[in-house]
């Protein structure tokens, strides 16, 4: 809801009439709703952030651009105070993009004043109403009252990622970056997708990914992504060769589960010959009794929590690095960048590769060719899952 009533309204005691000599007092304003033309002074905004608003990456940024459009509408430019209350919002949503330049106020559903007495932000609830919701809600219950945000949906990914927490982001300049590769291993993970039709832009279909990571033996850097709808084997195995050769890579693992294994052969030749064996290419072959949102859950909330994986966000790799972020986050329902993550992460045995990879990249220094074995499945299972 948007309101204008500085020097707008004038109000005649008399008769108690309102003349509008400008425009209106109040107006509703829901999303897409078109407000060329109005000059607010400020904003009440109202559960902006839902899942129907909300459900994908392009309908959230979409939200997102509607209501910040607002500002740019103000009778005073620069001045436009947003006032932001609601019953829920998820984690990285409209709702905390927006709330950092708004007065934005938080309700929980109960509280206890000075005087001792329990109180509810609603004034027909009672106290057993209330630990009935709770009960119910469970950690909705709080949410609910905007004392934290929640996972988009709690049956699918729910890693423990916050992009507030530098230990899970951090913006590093690039320079930065080609110093902490000389450190660590570039481990480059692959998940194909042939087919590029009938897909949207933040739907759960597959999609064409090679998530580039820094690993050693206790972290897990993530520093770059290609994505795309979709290519053919050719065009896959041109890209993989590509992203190899420019970030790199000591290692290349692809998910050669079900009918990627005949394809995976093709892309490992082609890698051999272009690095010269100084990449070493291994198969995701690990069929797991439970499916993929349990594995992410059980593998990376782990890790994230402990502090083991950091996505680097650098000047250029910005909107890359948030094709990540909105995945991690739940705005984007995909799972490609978490299925290479769990790649990167579980298949990699970081304490064997580092010392394989550092005498690689030695031998290649001095112009001698690597001895090691490229074509080979994993030596030993972390045990995670």
């Excluded at 250029?316 to 290479?340: E, H, K, P, W, Y």
């Amino acid at each position: 809801m948007t309101t204008n009533l500085i020097d707008i309204i004038q109000r005649y005691p008399e008769n108690g009439a309102f003349d509008v000599r400008q425009e209106y007092t109040f107006t509703a304003v829901s999303l897409g709703s078109s407000t060329t033309g109005s000059h607010p002074n400020g904003g009440f905004y109202d559960d902006i952030d839902n899942e129907d608003s909300t459900r994908t990456q392009a309908e959230a940024e979409k939200a997102e651009k509607f209501w910040r459009n607002q500002s740019a509408l103000a009778n005073r430019p620069g001045i436009f105070p947003k006032r932001l209350t609601d019953t829920f919002h998820y984690e990285d949503g409209v709702t905390d993009r927006v709330k950092v330049e708004s007065t934005y106020f938080r309700m929980p559903l109960d509280w206890v004043d000075k005087e001792g007495k329990r109180c509810f932000i609603n004034s027909n609830y009672t106290a057993e109403r209330v630990d009935a919701m709770k009960v119910a809600w469970k950690d909705w219950a709080q949410a609910h009252g905007c004392i934290r945000p929640m996972p988009r949906d709690t049956s699918r990914v729910n890693l423990g990622f916050d992009r507030n927490n530098k230990s899970h982001l951090l913006d590093i300049t690039d320079d930065e970056l080609v110093k902490m590769k000389q450190n660590y291993i570039v481990v480059t993970a692959g998940d194909p997708a042939y087919v590029d039709t009938g897909k949207k832009v933040g739907d759960k279909k597959s999609r064409a990914t090679i998530l580039h990571m820094l690993r050693d033996a206790s972290h897990t850097y993530i520093f770059d992504i290609w994505q795309t709808f979709g290519v053919d084997i050719e065009t896959w195995r041109d890209r993989v060769v590509k992203e190899v050769m420019d970030k790199k890579s000591d290692v290349y693992i692809q998910d050669t589960l079900g009918t990627q294994m005949s394809y995976f052969s093709y892309v490992e030749k082609a890698v051999r010959e272009a690095t010269n064996r100084g990449c070493r290419s291994v198969m995701h072959d690990k069929k797991m009794n439970i499916g993929k949102v349990a594995v992410a859950n059980e593998i990376l909330r782990e890790m994230f929590l402990g502090g083991e994986i950091t996505v680097l966000r650098t000047p250029s790799t910005l909107a890359r690095i948030q094709l990540v972020i909105d995945q991690l986050t739940g705005v984007n329902l995909g799972m490609d960048i978490i299925d290479c993550l769990v790649y990167g992460v579980d298949d990699i045995e970081a304490e064997i590769e580092y010392p394989l990879a550092m005498r690689r990249r030695h031998r290649a220094a001095q112009g001698q060719p690597p001895q090691q074995p490229v074509l080979t499945r994993k030596i030993k299972m972390s045990g995670k899952v």
